[in-house]
């Protein structure tokens, strides 16, 4: 009985090869853009996947795919682009409840274990605090990380769920890195928002990642949204009419 959570790679890779990597990684929360993001990236970017991490209630769920195998629920993703090391964590699952203070420690310890260069963590945001309607994200500097940003900080604001546990322990191990929150739909999946998480990460990796996947999946999504707002005020309206012509009286 597995009884905690290890890393299980699938290819012999040493800690001195991934020493100085820029680790990239989030969840499935508000519009799913850290998932998103993190998994567009992998794949754009042709990175391999070198292992995954097993928790103890590991996610009873899996799929084939031709071009990735099969596919666990907490993937580790790795390759060199331009020069630098990327170090994608992939989270097709959310970790179990009981577990997700493990799970982020667990991550955070291995990270300050191999020597990554800078963790960036994302996630998804309520565009309801918007103070400019030309915002698109905002941001949160970690364990003293000097870079700025084009965009303003996330102050007082909770973060909450797997990322907040991330923050916490990236901090605490004393990883310099950021987190970023897109702006976005929050009850659906955004990949418009992961586009501008993606964008932001590219530029501050002096990186080009395309991004054109994510708008085109974004088009399909609003698409979808819009014939169904389309249908509910027809059925609406259709409704309205019938009360006018079929009154009741109590």
């Given amino acids: 009985m597995v009884k905690s959570i290890e890393l299980f790679l699938l290819e012999k890779i040493s800690k001195e090869e991934l020493e100085d990597s820029v680790f990239i990684t989030g969840y499935?929360?508000?519009?799913m853009v850290g998932y998103l993001t993190s998994r567009h990236i992998s794949l754009e970017l042709k990175l391999r996947k070198i292992g995954f991490i097993r928790t103890r209630y590991f996610p009873e769920a899996t799929l084939y795919k031709k071009d990735l195998g099969l596919v666990f629920p907490f993937e580790l993703y790795y390759g060199k682009i331009d020069g630098k090391k990327l170090l994608v964590l992939v989270n097709h699952g959310v970790p179990h409840v009981r577990e997700r203070t493990s799970y982020a420690e667990f991550v955070a310890r291995w990270l300050k274990e191999i020597g990554v260069s800078k963790a960036i963590?994302?996630?998804g945001l309520d565009p309801a605090i918007k103070e400019r309607e030309d915002e698109k994200y905002r941001w949160i500097p970690l364990s003293g990380y000097q870079a700025k940003l084009d965009a303003p900080l996330l102050e007082e604001k909770h973060v909450i769920g797997p990322l907040a546990l991330t923050m916490m322990f990236v901090e605490a191990h004393r990883i310099p890195g950021v987190a970023i929150f897109a702006y976005t739909e929050l009850y659906r999946p955004d990949p418009r928002a992961s586009a501008v998480a993606t964008s932001v990460i590219a530029d501050m990796l002096g990186l080009k990642i395309d991004t054109s996947k994510l708008l085109e999946?974004?088009?399909k999504i609003e698409?979808?949204?819009?014939?169904k707002e389309e249908l509910m005020k027809a059925i609406e309206g259709e409704v309205k009419q019938t009360k006018r012509e079929h009154p009741m009286y109590m």
């Fill in 28 to 31: 499935q929360g508000f519009g």
């Fill in 121 to 123: 963590l994302v996630g």
């Fill in 217 to 219: 999946e974004a088009s």
């Fill in 223 to 227: 698409a979808v949204e819009e014939k």
